[in-house]
Every structure is written in C-alpha cells, then in structure tokens.
Nanobody
Framework: VQLQAFGGGLVQAGGSLRLSCAAS????????MGWFRQAPGKEREFVAA????????YYADSVKGRFTISRDNSKNTVYLQMNSLKPEDTAVYYC???????????????WGQGTQVTVSG
C-alpha cells in the first residue's frame, strides 16, 4: 500500500488543521492506521491510531482531548483533526499502516511521506 499525507500548513496557536492520509494500491480497510510526528532534533513519536473499522482508537497523552483520528474506508482515507494547536505540536506528521497491529503505538510496516505542521505562538 502507498500512503500520502497532506493537509499540513502554518497555523496560529489555538487554531485547527485537518490532516488526511490517502491510500492507494490496496484497500485501506485491510490496515490499522497510525499518525506519528517528528519535531526537529527529536525522535519520531506516536500521536494516534485507529483500528480497521474505526471502533478502537489510541492517543498520546499530549494530544488527548485535542486531536481526533478517524477513517473513511469508502474513500481510502484516514484523518487527523487537530484542534487547540500549540507551538509544541510543530512537527512533520506521518501516517502509517499495518496489517497485524500487534503494537498500535509503534509497529507499522508502511509509511507515507510527511506533511509539515507549524504552529506559531
């Protein structure tokens, strides 16, 4: 499966963005999905994950209550709605896919290219 993330940009603190991750090559419903981010000089970190049907989700503590992951399997797309953005949310955001989902917080086989999110304070 090929993944492409888009929707990043520059936003003021307190603002919102919605990231999208479009899949091609294979139907998205076969994969559990995750969002990760990497800030300059830092390691990549888990942000959110969602199961195959969307019934199970996980969030990093730092984004819980502000970010929402969702999916539309009919559109082969996963979303990350980001509200109340903070400067510390600035990072390159990546989407990822996995067939088995043995570790929703870290173990993914397929990765898309990142999309930059910059939050000005």
């Amino acid at each position: 499966v090929q993944l492409q993330a888009f929707g990043g940009g520059l936003v003021q603190a307190g603002g919102s963005l919605r990231l999208s991750c479009a899949a091609s090559g294979r139907t998205l419903r076969s994969y559990a999905m995750g969002w990760f981010r990497q800030a300059p000089g830092k390691e990549r970190e888990f942000v959110a994950a969602i199961g195959w049907s969307g019934g199970t989700t996980y969030y990093a503590d730092s984004v819980k209550g502000r970010f929402t992951i969702s999916r539309d399997n009919s559109k082969n797309t996963v979303y990350l709605q980001m509200n109340s953005l903070k400067p510390e949310d600035t990072a390159v955001y990546y989407c990822a896919a996995d067939l088995r989902w043995s570790d929703p917080l870290s173990d993914y086989d397929y990765w898309g290219q990142g999309t930059q999110v910059t939050v000005s304070g």
